[in-house]
């Protein structure tokens, strides 16, 4: 059996925008993802924070990183979504990681490969 | 480390026994009792609701300086000031009261006669307050004993071991608060006799603590990754809550110390209360207007600044001299802690020295010029109402205190450190004080944790294992 190809997409975006991205990708059949709030740096400067009147730099911001698997919904759709929804024209508006996968298992059935990651209700 | 609780162990108990025969001597109410001065209601229920206010202010500060620490020394920072109310209370009544109010030797400190409270009973001593109960008196200072060694911890936070902690603080209360307070409010201390003006601790309790956290912080050295590792406060509503049962328990502090339901007290409520505020606005502003925004813990620092400085003042002073006391406060502290301490370098962790120690200092010398006659005529007149000489009085208290908190409390932590470790181990304080010294977490959410309940008999062990564990892991994550 040969398995379709499987691909992990990683966004990295403002935190203020996930719930908005979470609807976009539903609209194009993504149902999972994984979130974790994070902190990042890039080209936006962080922000001065005073503690009696001692000045603290703050580099690294918070941001969401969403991670998603698809196989079926092809990834140029999720990228487009994704920057629709999530770009405001600032610096800051985050990164997209795309990246080929090797397999995934379905713990509770063992199921491996694309069939893992299929929602088999739809 | 076993051995040092034996022998502390060991003292307690020998104190336990003696409290009978001690108490033995004590004389039922007498005929001696029908010529004492009358007992006023009034000035009883202020006094002790005043002394229950002062109460409050340690575990205030618990949360005003618990939220100013990491996460991961919230508990063990909240800790030194809750341990702090249980530890004087009892040396208070042990023999702290005795020396610091018992009768007079040399001026210099008090005797024994009233250890274990002998000799202080429901009639009023008229020495120190003629209408409440002796006894109303010794349990109000004894809130002022206690809050002392408390604001010290400020000073020392993130890194103090707490056995050192606990004996560092009754040996300090020993030897600095108690004799200290006799000099200054004792009947036949010197500074008193000299006519020292203090009417509720800016000598005795805001300078000797101010000045012995930094000599602490000095001899122990900076926290670890200090200067180079930003150290955020982790939790600011919590330390404004505490800021607030601050400013709620002076009212205790400093109108209660009229000792009576008076006129007096009143005068010492409004000021207390308008130096806060003048505190408040002149931080906030200078902060504003030198860094760019109003903090909230400028806000918080500031009130209590304002309370410090007026804390000497508040029996004899008006109410417009009371905003400049304030105002002034607020921008001195806030320079002290933001100016002074960036420029000098020193890890006064939660800035004891800035705002007890130059607060305290400002408003013993406020009080040498404001004093005025007619507010208290108890008191005396200050500098701008004619009396120059009283500059020169207060100037020799803070002398003393600085001097005594200075000599003695370097002499103690340095004893302390011949018999026990002081400092955390670096280790130690990169894991927090919180696991390292009370095996607690003060926010279960903080990261993943996973672990099961230990019913066997060897819980001791266990714990050992798990700070083991967390050190392997902390060290791993360290690198």
């Known amino acids: ?122 | 480390m076993k051995k040092y609780w034996t022998i502390l162990g060991l003292c307690l108990l020998c104190m336990v026994i003696f409290v009978p025969v001690t108490l033995a001597d004590e004389t039922v109410p007498s005929a001696a009792a029908t010529i004492a001065p009358k007992i006023d209601s009034g000035d009883t229920a202020f006094v002790l609701l005043s002394a229950a206010l002062v109460m409050l202010m340690t575990p205030g500060l618990a949360l005003f300086y618990g939220g100013m620490v990491r996460t991961k020394n919230a508990l063990s920072t909240i800790m030194q000031s809750l341990f702090i109310v249980a530890v004087v209370s009892v040396q208070w009544v042990l023999w702290g009261y005795t020396l610091a109010f018992g009768p007079d030797i040399h001026h210099l400190i008090g005797s024994f006669d009233w250890l274990l409270l002998n000799g202080v009973g429901q009639t009023p001593n008229p020495d120190y307050a003629a209408t409440i109960p002796h006894m109303a008196f010794m349990i109000f200072q004894a809130m002022f004993a206690v809050i002392t060694p408390a604001l010290i911890t400020g000073s020392f936070a993130e890194r103090m071991k707490f056995p050192a902690f606990i004996v560092f603080t009754l040996l300090w209360v020993t030897f600095v608060y108690d004799p200290v307070a006799h000099w200054v409010w004792g009947v036949g201390g010197w500074l008193r006799n000299l006519g020292l003006l203090d009417f509720a601790g800016g000598t005795v309790v805001h300078i000797l603590s101010g000045v012995s956290g930094l000599v602490v912080a000095l001899v122990i050295g900076k926290r670890k990754g200090h200067g180079s590792e930003a150290m955020l406060p982790h939790h600011l509503p919590m330390t404004v809550l505490g800021a607030g049962l601050l400013w709620f328990g002076w009212f205790g502090f400093n109108a209660g110390s009229a000792l009576g339901a008076n006129g007096l007290a009143a005068s010492a409520f409004v000021v207390t209360n308008t130096a806060a505020a003048a505190a408040a606005l002149s931080w906030v502003f200078a902060e504003w207007s030198l860094q760019g925004k109003p903090t909230v813990l400028g806000a918080a620092s500031g009130s209590v600044a304002g309370l410090v400085a007026i804390t000497p003042a508040s029996g004899y002073i008006a109410a417009g001299p009371s905003i400049i006391i304030g105002f002034a406060a607020g921008i001195i502290c806030y320079l002290a802690v933001s100016v002074l301490k960036g420029k000098l370098g020193y890890d006064d962790s939660l800035d004891a020295f800035g705002v007890h120690a130059i607060g305290g200092t400002w408003g013993a010398i406020a009080t040498g010029l404001w004093a005025s006659k007619a507010i208290n005529p108890a008191g005396a007149d200050g500098l701008f109402y004619g009396n120059p000489g009283q500059v020169v009085t207060q100037l020799i208290g803070i002398g003393a205190s600085w001097a005594m908190a200075i000599v003695a409390t370097f002499i103690i932590i340095k004893i302390v450190m011949l018999f026990m470790p002081v400092r955390a181990s670096a280790e130690e304080e990169v894991l927090g004080l919180d696991i390292s010294e009370h095996g607690e977490r003060g926010y279960a959410y903080q990261d993943l944790m996973s672990g099961s309940p230990v019913f066997h008999e060897k819980l001791a062990v266990h714990h050992a294992d798990v700070i083991a564990t967390l050190k392997l892991n902390a060290e791993e994550r360290g690198q």
């Open chain 1, 1 to 122: 059996m040969t398995m379709r190809k499987i691909t992990k997409i990683d966004i990295i975006t403002r935190p203020e925008k996930l719930e908005e991205l979470k609807e976009a990708l539903g609209t194009i059949g993504v149902t999972g993802m994984t979130v974790t709030q994070v902190y990042g740096c890039g080209l936006q400067k962080g922000h001065k924070e005073i503690y009696r009147g001692r000045e603290v730099a703050i580099n690294f911001l918070p941001k969401v990183k969403i991670e998603i698997v698809v196989c079926e919904v092809p990834v140029e759709k999720v990228l487009d979504a994704a920057k629709r929804v999530c770009r405001t024209g600032n610096i800051g508006d985050g990164k997209i990681f795309v990246y080929p996968l090797e397999n995934a298992v379905r713990i509770r059935t063992g199921e491996e490969g694309d069939i893992a990651i299929i929602d088999p209700t739809s």
